[in-house]
C-alpha cells in the first residue's frame, strides 16, 4: 500500500512466540474488540464472547497457539509486559473455572474449548488469517468485529484501512519501494540509516528511538542468551529436542558464564576459524526460534517465525567483528526499512506468501544491516538485500503439525548465514554490474506469492506437513 507509512518500531515489535500472525496478530485484535467494547460502555453488560478463526488460524491455531493468544488478550494481559512463566497457570485457572475475566474486570462465563472456534474449512475473503469475535450484552445486543492478522502483528478491522501511524506531520522522505531509497539518497548524500532515521524523528525524538532501539536489541539478545542455557523438549508433542544449549555448552567446552558479556567473551576466547564461527550463527538463531517455539518472549524480525535470523546476524557481528553499540542502531534502522519494503510491495505474512515472506524477508533486512555497518554503500546494501531475498524465492510455509518448529526453527539458521553470504557478496561487487534490483526482487516475490498453491501457505497440508508422519490428537 503505497500510503502507508510504517515506522521501524512497527516491524520490530516485542512479544510472545510462536507466530506473529498467529499468535502476535490475534492478541492484538482482542485487545482491540476489548477497546471497542469499553468505548461504548458495554464491558458491564457483556455476558458470552465467541471467538471465530477462519482460514490458516483454523488449520494451524492450535500449534500456534491462537487459541492461547486470544484468550489472554480477552483476560486483559498484553504480549509485551505478560510474565511468560504465569501463562501455563493462567490457562489453567481458565479452563477448570471456565470463567474469564474481560480485560482483567469483569467475569464472564468462558470455556475455551467452546468459546473458541475454529472453522478449518472456512476462509474469510480478504485475508487467510481471520479472526472474528462476537459479544453478547445482557440487553440481547450483539457486538461483532472481524480482523485480520495480515503479518508481522500487523491487524486490520474489516471495513477500515490498515491500521498505520497517524503522522503528526509528513515524514521527510516517503518511501515506498528500493528506488525512492535510493533517491533520496541521492538528493541528500545520507546512508539508509540516517534516512530512516529522519523519518522516525517525527515520531519519536532522539532519546527515545536510541533507547527504544537498544532495547529491541536487549530483547534479542536475551532470546538467544536464554536459549543457549535452556535444555529439553519444546512442547506440542512432535518431542522436538532443543539444540542450542548442548551446541552452546560443546561450543564453550563445558565452561560455564555468569551473564550475557561474559558469554560473548568465552566465546571469543574459545575458539576460531570459518567453521567455528559458522557454529555459532547456527546457535544463535536455533536459540531464538526455540525460544519462540516455546512461548517465550522474543522480538518479530519481521515476525516470530523469522525471529532467528536477524538477532544471529547482529551477534555474528557484535561477537566477532567487534561491532558497538552504534553498529547495533545502524543496524536495526537500515533493516527496518527494508522490511517496512517488503511489506508495502509484497507481503511479510506466510499465509499470503510462504516462507519467502518471513525467512526470506528476514534475511534480506539482516543481509542490508550487516552491508551497512560493514562499510557498504547504499547501492550495496541494496543489493545485499536482493541477494539474499532472490535465494529465498518461491520458499514454501509448511510447518509439521502446524507447530513452528518443523522446518522453522532451521531455516532461521539458513536465513542467517545466507544473509552473511549475501552482505558479503554485495560488499565485493559493483552494484552497477548487477542484473536484478530489489524492487524486482519484491515485484518477483509477490508473483510469485500469487502463484504459489494455498498449501504450501502456512495450512499444513503440503510439503513437509503432509510427509513427516504424526499422531497428534490435537493437531
Known amino acids: 500500500m503505497t500510503s502507508e507509512r510504517i515506522s521501524v518500531f512497527d516491524i520490530f515489535k516485542i512479544g510472545i512466540g510462536p507466530s506473529s500472525s498467529h499468535t502476535l496478530g490475534p492478541w492484538r485484535a482482542a485487545q482491540q474488540f476489548l477497546t471497542t467494547i469499553k ?13 471465530h478463526l477462519y482460514g490458516s488460524l483454523a488449520k494451524t491455531g492450535k500449534g500456534h497457539g491462537t487459541d492461547i493468544a486470544v484468550i489472554l488478550g480477552l483476560s486483559g494481559y498484553d504480549p509485551v509486559t505478560i ?98 531509497l535510493l533517491k533520496w539518497h541521492r538528493v541528500s548524500g ?65 565452561h560455564a558464564c555468569a551473564g550475557c558479556e561474559e558469554w560473548v567473551e568465552l566465546i571469543r576466547s574459545s575458539g576460531s576459524g570459518f567453521n567455528y564461527t559458522l557454529d ?14 516455546s512461548y517465550s518472549r522474543v522480538v518479530t524480525a519481521p515476525t516470530n517465525g523469522a525471529a532467528g535470523v536477524i538477532p544471529a546476524v547482529v551477534q555474528f557481528h557484535v561477537t566477532f567483528c567487534g561491532g558497538t553499540e552504534e553498529d547495533i542502531f545502524r543496524f536495526l534502522l537500515t533493516a527496518g526499512e527494508i522490511g517496512s519494503i517488503f511489506k508495502k510491495g509484497a507481503t511479510i505474512s506466510a499465509a499470503m506468501g510462504g516462507c519467502q515472506a518471513e525467512i526470506g524477508v528476514s534475511s534480506a533486512m539482516a543481509a542490508a544491516g550487516l552491508a551497512q555497518v560493514s562499510g557498504g554503500s547504499v547501492e550495496q546494501c541494496l543489493m545485499a538485500a536482493e ?11 509448511d510447518p509439521v503439525a502446524g507447530l513452528v518448529q518443523i522446518p522453522c526453527i532451521e531455516r532461521n539458521t539458513m536465513g542467517a548465514i545466507k544473509a552473511i553470504t549475501a552482505s ?20 518477483t516475490m509477490w508473483q510469485t506469492a500469487l502463484d504459489m498453491n494455498t498449501r504450501y501457505k502456512e495450512t499444513s497440508e503440503g510439503g513437509l506437513a503432509v510427509n513427516i508422519p504424526i499422531s497428534l490428537s490435537e493437531c
Open 387 to 397: 541477494i539474499a531475498m532472490e535465494h529465498h524465492l518461491g520458499l514454501t510455509c
Open 280 to 293: 555459532w550463527v547456527s546457535c544463535f538463531a536455533l536459540a531464538v526460534n526455540e525460544q519462540n517455539a
Open 190 to 254: 545520507k546512508a539508509i540509516w540516517e534516512i530512516v532515521l529522519d523519518n522516525e524523528r517525527v515520531w519519536r525524538d532522539d532519546t527515545t528511538i536510541r533507547k527504544d532501539l537498544l532495547n529491541i536489541w536487549r530483547v534479542m539478545q536475551d532470546s538467544i542468551f536464554l536459549g543457549c542455557q535452556h535444555r529439553g523438549v519444546l512442547p506440542g508433542g512432535l518431542n522436538v529436542q532443543r539444540r542450542a544449549a548442548e551446541l552452546n555448552q560443546k561450543l564453550l567446552k563445558g
Open 83 to 180: 510474565e511468560t512463566s504465569s501463562i501455563d497457570r493462567i490457562l489453567e485457572e481458565i479452563a477448570s473455572s471456565e470463567t474469564i475475566q474481560l480485560h482483567g474486570e469483569m467475569q464472564i462465563h468462558f470455556n475455551p474449548k467452546t468459546n473458541v472456534v475454529f472453522h478449518k474449512t472456512e476462509s474469510l475473503p480478504f485475508h487467510p488469517n481471520g479472526v472474528a469475535f462476537s459479544a453478547i450484552c445482557a440487553d440481547g445486543l450483539v457486538l461483532e468485529e472481524t480482523y485480520y492478522s495480515i503479518g508481522g502483528g500487523f491487524i486490520i478491522q474489516e471495513g477500515r484501512e490498515a491500521s498505520g501511524n497517524v503522522l503528526p506531520a509528513p515524514i521527510p522522505y516517503p518511501i515506498d519501494d528500493a528506488s525512492d
Open 424 to 443: 558479503q557478496l554485495a560488499l565485493q561487487s559493483n552494484p552497477e554490474n548487477a542484473k536484478v534490483s530489489l524492487d524486482n526482487v519484491v515485484k
Open 39 to 51: 468505548e461504548r460502555g458495554l464491558l458491564g453488560s457483556v455476558e458470552q464472547v465467541t471467538v
